[in-house]
């Protein structure tokens, strides 16, 4: 069975084609600027086929977008499927299911309505991922389309851990309530985590995704019980542009002192704050690093203040497991890391955590960090979300 993973934007669409019967990746890509020029790249993972790198290509919405994929993948040429007969389900990324998703599930009219109920918590993100699957359901009428949630993971919270303390009437009518992201991301690795342990019970991890969006989860058993991003992304650790865990004080008193207006303060916390509003040089930690040495003190300190917050996690998150067996780093900072890793797991060694300084430096897309008679062990495992929902979908279609 074929799945294509779509991961819709407002302007902009990402996808992939995998063979589920070996989870081999056949093609991958990218639909740009959407509604403006229209920008089409193709990558086919078979020998002998041509690549499309961002050619111009009209796209006035995202079903002219959905359209030049299908058309590429079944290229008599340069395609990777025989016809669109081939491909058995769609699967969909949804960033924010509310309360009313807990697991991926088949889209019809009624799950349409309930991912748009939700439209206010996830406004810049929820709208495009719909927009993606109105597409595919124009294109491919009939096919079997699976959504799966950013969201979904986290269900498995305790109420403690899920509850703001400010009036219930605000969870009662409105739904606020911590939801966290990166669902998908901490299940496949946390997942991954448990087979290298070799303890499908019994496994206490704290799941670190690190990139431009940042978040922590707490995985016991398989399943999340704590995360650090909240109703919306902007909470937790610093971020590449958002600021993370504030005193909400600061707002009312930036507000006041220079008249911003909501839109303009979440601005600001949103797009120029975290590592790149500490350091004023850059928000890619690879910049920071490079001024870092270079002797620019902001810099440092952004490096240093994100490694400490994501430090205070990983211990918090001990306590809330009554224990730890494994940390795993993932995503775009998380897997190139090195310096970032060592910073978060500098001075935790009274946790059972022994980093190998040569594991660290290495690259590879899975591997053991900490030493062999590391207590606690620590992984670098590359993220693969577009996988969790080929699996998801497959695994939803077949029934």
Do not use: W
Request: charged share 25%; hydrophobic share 40%; with cysteine.
């Amino acid at each position: 069975m074929k799945v294509l993973v779509i991961n819709a934007g407002s302007s902009s669409l990402k996808y992939q084609l995998i063979d589920m019967d070996g989870e081999t990746l056949l093609a991958k890509g990218l639909c740009e600027r959407i509604g403006i020029d229209g920008k089409f790249t193709y990558k086919p993972q078979m020998e002998g086929k041509e690549k499309i790198d961002a050619a111009d290509y009209p796209m006035p919405s995202h079903v002219e977008a959905i359209d030049a994929v299908l058309k590429a993948l079944a290229d008599p040429k340069n395609g990777v499927v025989a016809s669109m007969e081939e491909i058995g389900a769609v699967g969909h990324r949804v960033v924010h299911g509310g309360k009313d998703f807990t697991a991926s599930c088949l889209i019809d009219a009624e799950k349409i309505e309930a991912i748009k109920k939700n439209f206010p918590l996830a406004p810049l993100h929820n709208p495009a991922n719909l927009l993606g699957i109105e597409a595919c359901q124009k294109a491919m009428p009939g096919k079997p389309q699976v959504a799966v949630f950013d969201t979904a993971f986290h269900m498995t919270m305790p109420a403690e851990a899920y509850t703001y303390a400010v009036p219930y009437e605000y969870y009662e009518k409105d739904d606020v309530r911590r939801y966290g992201f990166h669902g998908t991301s901490h299940r496949y690795v946390s997942g991954r985590c448990i087979e290298l342990l070799g303890r499908p019970e019994h496994s206490k991890i704290v799941s670190c995704h690190l990139g431009n969006g940042s978040s922590i989860a707490a995985v016991v058993d398989g399943k999340s019980i704590e995360t650090s991003m909240g109703l919306g992304p902007l909470a937790g650790v610093p971020m590449g542009t958002r600021c993370g865990d504030i005193d909400a004080t600061i707002m009312e008193y930036l507000m006041g002192r220079y008249g911003y207006d909501m839109k303009e303060m979440m601005n600001i916390l949103n797009k120029k704050s975290g590592v790149l509003g500490i350091s004023g040089v850059s928000s890619d930690f690879r910049d920071l690093e490079a001024a870092a040495k270079e002797g620019n003190e902001r810099a440092a300190l952004a490096l240093a203040k994100f490694g400490y917050e994501v430090k205070k996690y990983v211990g918090a998150y001990a306590a809330v497991m009554g224990g730890l067996d494994a940390i795993v780093f993932t995503a775009g900072v998380g897997e190139n890391g090195p310096a970032t890793r060592a910073a978060v797991c500098s001075g935790l060694e009274y946790l059972g955590v022994k980093l190998c300084d040569k594991r660290n430096a290495e690259r590879a897309d899975e591997h053991l960090i900490s030493t062999d008679d590391s207590p606690v062990k620590v992984y670098v495992i590359a993220t693969n979300e577009e996988l969790m929902i080929a699996r998801d979908a497959k695994a939803i279609v077949k029934g």
